[in-house]
């Protein structure tokens, strides 16, 4: 546990996603300076209003650590530690420092209670369900040293929150219930808080990496849907599930996640193996219906021809054609379609999460679909191909 902006950091790596980090950087270190092996960073270093360190300055400075922002971590790591000759307890990966805990004093209200805030303002990107897995794996810390949570998706720009309601409106309320009966507004002006990280959550190897079982205990426990998400399940829930015939729950994520091949992101099934295990599947474990969970309109179809009308999906909106772009900065033309994107996605995943068996590539909400199911899921299949490099 470190006290907010006293450790003194220089930033490594100025690349486009020292961006979206600067701000949850300021807010729990003090920083110095910042570095690039590319020198011409040091443009990006003055719109940042930070001095710029020459890499070969470094070894000549006084500092606690150098905190490295980049993707590829690991190799910049080695070249400070190998080539540059720092200090290796000084030179933190990104999943290092992103996962370090933080005190804060915002004011003098509730002196006798400790909060612990929730956010996730460094991967802006991010879907619901890698929030809520994020919350989930700190939730174990809370109970265990006595905080109040409160979850902060109001003060940090994310998917689900119009640019105008930036510090108006939390998002998070727009789907669930608040954690606890403390407002935002109180937590920032409390004695004791405790800034909780911002995980980059890789998805691999996850049964070893996270206890699944404690997650779903905590979800059982603190996590509830508002009124209208809770109506809005129960709509779906019926018109989607038939509750007389063995449902086989399959999630396909495509679009963004297969076309853009993120670093250290599992590698998600194609179609064709998607199809061929769903026949499979079906026979094995004598499911007679699918619910089919995906964002990628071109695969529902596919689905859709393929299995008939023992499939059946929502009426979610879905792409097509995504090419490189990340499905947070693609807009449907329609009246509040932030937030209508959030619901669609959850609810898709809370029916995913009430089949009977759960065949799925990794990514978050597979994982939440577990979680939430609760080990009541007769039968599950991960498809495991690795990560992308």
């Not at 486009?16 to 990006?44: P, Q």
């Not at 004011?107 to 879907?127: A, C, E, Q, V, W």
């Not at 998607?274 to 596919?302: N, P, V």
Request: aromatic fraction near 12%; charge should be negative; proline fraction near 2%.
């Amino acid at each position: 546990m470190e006290q907010a902006g006293k450790r003194d950091v220089i930033i490594y790596g100025l690349g486009n996603t020292v961006w979206d980090m600067i701000d949850y950087i300021r807010m729990r270190f003090h920083i110095m300076g910042c570095s690039d092996s590319n020198t011409e960073k040091a443009d990006t270093a003055d719109k940042l209003g930070i001095p710029f360190v020459y890499p070969e300055k470094l070894c000549s400075l006084e500092y606690d650590y150098i905190l490295i922002t980049s993707v590829y971590d690991d190799e910049i790591s080695r070249q400070l530690v190998e080539t540059k000759g720092l200090p290796r307890e000084k030179v933190l990966r990104r999943i290092q420092w992103c996962r370090m805990l933080f005190t804060y004093s915002f004011g003098s209200m509730n002196k006798d209670k400790t909060f612990y805030l929730f956010s996730h303002p460094i991967h802006l990107r991010d879907g619901l369900f890698s929030f809520l897995f994020a919350f989930l794996e700190q939730m174990d810390f809370v109970e265990k040293n006595d905080c109040i949570p409160v979850v902060d998706m109001q003060n940090f720009q994310n998917q689900y929150l119009d640019d105008d309601k930036i510090g108006v409106e939390n998002a998070w309320e727009y789907y669930y219930a608040p954690l606890s009966e403390y407002s935002l507004a109180e937590v920032y002006q409390s004695k004791n808080v405790i800034l909780g990280y911002d995980d980059n959550c890789y998805k691999g190897n996850y049964e070893q990496k996270y206890n699944i079982k404690q997650m779903s205990m905590l979800y059982q426990k603190y996590i509830r849907y508002n009124k209208e998400t809770a109506e809005a399940a129960r709509k779906a829930y019926r018109r989607n599930i038939d509750q007389t015939k063995k449902t086989l729950g399959v999630l396909f994520r495509g679009s963004d996640m297969s076309a853009l091949k993120l670093k250290n992101h599992p590698v998600q099934p194609t179609i064709d193996e998607m199809i061929s295990l769903i026949h499979k599947y079906m026979e094995e474990w004598e499911c007679e219906r699918i619910f089919l969970s995906t964002e990628d309109a071109g695969a529902a179809r596919r689905l859709k021809a393929e299995f008939g009308e023992i499939l059946s999906c929502t009426d979610q909106k879905r792409f097509a054609d995504t090419g490189q772009t990340w499905l947070a900065n693609i807009n449907f033309e329609r009246e509040h379609d932030r937030y209508l994107r959030g619901i669609e996605y959850l609810i898709t995943i809370e029916l995913l999460s009430r089949c009977d068996c759960l065949l799925a590539g990794i990514c978050t909400g597979s994982i939440c679909a577990q979680i939430m199911n609760n080990g009541k899921y007769e039968h599950v299949k991960m498809i495991d191909k690795g990560e992308y490099e």
